[in-house]
């Protein structure tokens, strides 16, 4: 039996339009200098410096040579290795750098990090996707190869007649609970929603078999010349000994290639380069095969010069390199889609839903691309929570692309996809992503578990309050309304400086696991990196994540002493406690382990911080506690908090405990025999303690055998 995991829920529903789940944890990097910003624009390159691919080579270089001194300074296991990923240099010499882990040889789901480090060498924070040392029991699996295939063929719910081999079945350190497992990750493929050929990965217990997670892999979104949708455009081409090809050497190489109807299994199975002897492009239907190669052509140049002119970044890996492209993929197909391990960009010719309008429109190419970004920066994972902020990820770059190419024909606004012919006029809105009847708009509990394609509104739905603000407004000649969670109203920040925070805290501070509630403390340490801790900037950000339900309002800086908003979910009457909702993370509290979560395997009573004890399935001790609160002297002063016990013992025989202690004494036991279906509120008369100072803590214990879970959130005395 593994730790932690043992409970989790299954995550990421079917994808809509072409699709794990996992914790966050706060950032321990300091603010950064920064220059304060008298105008509208954003700091140049979201405060990185511009690196050629030499620099960023040896940049690489220079980091590889220290991982060792790193980890040992992580305090990481003698079985870790750290592999450098990629290096970020800010305006003042500071680096930021990010790193996966392997475990005795083998990849770690779950084991990302970014380390920052002052221009001196000393590391100033860290941000890990895993906290701590990771290690299991043993690398030698009970199942076989085949077998894990065999597990993930049934487990496979995001494509039909799944087939696998043992082949197809890789072993890996799975770190996204609190406690890594020896499992497989497997790629099943079949029938599904990116077309007969999807491919989904499937990561089981390679002790048991048992599903952690599953996810889509395709992540989709539903010269001169003449697109589809991009109308009259000037193209990079280049010139051959008898005419010209759509290779663009000026954006890294990148070719687009005439997949001519190659399935997706195999979209260079009759692909061919677009060459012709004139320099003419396209005829601006879908009767010349070369005007949506026009429309990508365009956009993924239009996303490259965003990225290179914003935020200093060569390319989706910043190596200067492109990616190829390949249009009129399969038939009838209504997607495009980015996939990392070909390093390349997959348009259909769209369906009759969308009258075949090629799906080749700019903030889609703006979109693709910069799924590949995320892929090279914090690599979100594609399901849960983390997926919807990877979506989202997208739907705001491919927003900015479109404002930044300006073009008359398809002007900037926050509708993704508007140039599709869809039935409804767009495939999303960032305003207000519930107006299409099923993406979120405000976080609730259990998001991780909705479509990322609909999750992702609640990331689509933040960025456009925080550029734009409240209130109606027409934006490229549609009508945007502005609307909150929480009825408050305020300005934006302007979409500039909200995509460069957006892009600082994807580069630098987010990991494959960040939640929602990671993705708010990271823009917070860019906005703070960017425009000062107490500037009006941050503060900002931080009433747009409040405005759709995710953690509360900063102080702001504006006022002389402001009285800090109030938690939601503190009784009216007041709360002793400190940060008794947990949303302010582990403040305030002392825990003996990695308690205090906002991991998404698990849901809190309110918010989305809680408290997660036990579940491992073996002898077992933790605690977390309070110190120094004083109890009310007036009244009758109780102590209250939601309880949620998932167990998998059976019977009324306490085998599991968690006691609530105050002083050191026990006033209420809970164990695997209360498990309920949900939180259940508990009080505790505190009478006796009227007046005094006093030490709470929650002390579990949990038995060699069958795991129990005690979830925790919302606790007050008052």
Request: with cysteine; hydrophobic share 35%.
């Amino acid at each position: 039996m593994y730790r932690k995991n043992a409970l989790a829920a299954g995550v990421a529903a079917a994808l809509a339009l072409g699709s794990v789940t996992m914790v966050v944890t706060q950032s321990t990097a300091a603010p950064r200098p920064h220059a304060a910003a008298a105008d509208s624009a954003a700091d140049p390159g979201a405060g990185f410096r511009a690196m050629t691919p030499d620099t960023r080579s040896g940049a690489i270089r220079t980091a590889e040579r220290g991982t060792a001194a790193t980890a040992r300074e992580l305090g990481l296991g003698p079985a870790e290795r750290l592999v450098v990923k990629d290096v970020l240099i800010d305006a003042d010499g500071a680096r930021h750098v990010r790193y996966d882990r392997t475990y005795s040889g083998l990849p770690v789901i779950g084991g990302d990090l970014v380390v920052h480090i002052a221009k001196d060498g000393k590391i100033t924070g860290s941000d890990l996707a895993h906290q701590g040392a990771i290690k299991v029991a043993g690398t030698t699996p009970k199942l076989s190869a085949a077998d894990a295939s065999a597990k993930a063929v049934k487990h496979a719910r995001h494509v039909r007649k799944a087939k696998a081999a043992g082949k197809d079945s890789t072993l890996v350190v799975y770190a996204v609970g609190k406690v890594p497992v020896l499992a497989y990750r497997s790629t099943v493929t079949g029938a599904g929603e990116a077309g007969p050929a999807s491919r989904e990965a499937v990561i089981v217990d390679a002790t048991s078999g048992t599903l952690l997670d599953q996810y889509e892999l395709h992540q989709s979104i539903t010269g001169t010349g003449n697109g589809v949708t991009s109308g009259q455009v000037s193209i990079e081409t280049t010139q051959t000994g008898s005419g010209y090809t759509l290779t663009d050497a000026a954006h890294g190489g990148t070719v687009v290639y005439d997949s001519y109807n190659s399935p997706q299994s195999n979209p260079k199975q009759n692909a061919r380069a677009f060459s012709k002897t004139t320099n003419s492009w396209g005829n601006g239907t879908t009767s010349s095969r070369e005007s949506a190669a026009v429309d990508a052509s365009y956009g993924l140049a239009k996303t490259w010069d965003y990225y290179k002119e914003s935020f200093n970044r060569s390319g989706i890996r910043n190596d200067g390199r492109g990616a190829p492209a390949y249009v009129h993929v399969d038939s009838g197909l209504l997607n495009a889609f980015y996939d990392d391990t070909c390093f390349c960009m997959f348009f259909g010719d769209g369906s009759s839903q969308n009258g075949n309008t090629p799906v080749t429109a700019l903030d889609v190419a703006g979109h693709e691309m910069s799924h590949g970004v995320t892929s090279a920066t914090a690599n979100l994972t594609y399901s849960g929570e983390s997926g919807g902020l990877n979506e989202a990820t997208s739907d705001i770059f491919g927003t900015m692309v479109e404002f930044y190419a300006n073009n008359a024909g398809d002007p900037g606004d926050y509708f993704i996809g508007e140039k599709l012919n869809m039935s409804g006029g767009y495939m999303r809105r960032m305003d207000n992503p519930s107006a299409d009847g099923n993406s979120l708009s405000c976080w609730r509990s259990g998001a991780g578990s909705v479509d990322v394609h609909y999750s992702s509104g609640i990331g689509n739905h933040f960025f456009y309050l925080a550029a734009e603000g409240t209130g109606a407004k027409t934006i490229g000649g549609r009508s945007h309304n502005g609307t909150t969670c929480n009825s408050d109203t305020f300005a934006g920040i302007g979409k500039d400086k909200a995509a460069a925070v957006w892009y600082r805290a994807l580069s630098a501070y987010m990991t494959s696991t960040t939640n929602y509630a990671g993705a708010r403390t990271a823009t917070l340490q860019a906005a703070a990196d960017l425009y000062g801790t107490n500037s009006q900037e941050r503060y900002l950000v931080s009433k747009a994540w409040a405005a759709v339900s995710v953690g509360t309002a900063l102080p702001d800086p504006g006022n002389g002493t402001p009285t800090p908003t109030p938690d939601p979910t503190d009784p009216p009457t007041g709360n002793a406690l400190t940060n008794g909702s947990f949303e302010q993370g582990t403040s305030g509290w002392t825990q003996s382990d990695d308690i205090i979560t906002n991991s998404p395997l698990q849901a809190g009573h309110g918010g989305s911080w809680y408290a997660w004890m036990m579940g491992y399935g073996t002898s077992a001790i933790e605690s977390v506690s309070q110190s120094n609160i004083a109890v009310p002297s007036t009244g009758t002063p109780k102590l209250t908090f939601w309880l949620k016990v998932s167990t998998q013992e059976s019977g009324y025989t306490a085998y599991d405990t968690l006691k609530v202690k105050v002083n050191g004494t026990a006033l209420a036991t809970y164990s695997n025999a209360n498990a309920s279906a949900g939180y259940v509120q508990k009080t505790i008369d505190l009478s006796a303690y009227r007046g005094q100072t006093v030490k709470l803590e929650f002390a579990g214990t949990e038995d060699a055998y069958l795991s129990t879970i005690f979830l925790l959130d919302d606790i007050a005395i008052g």
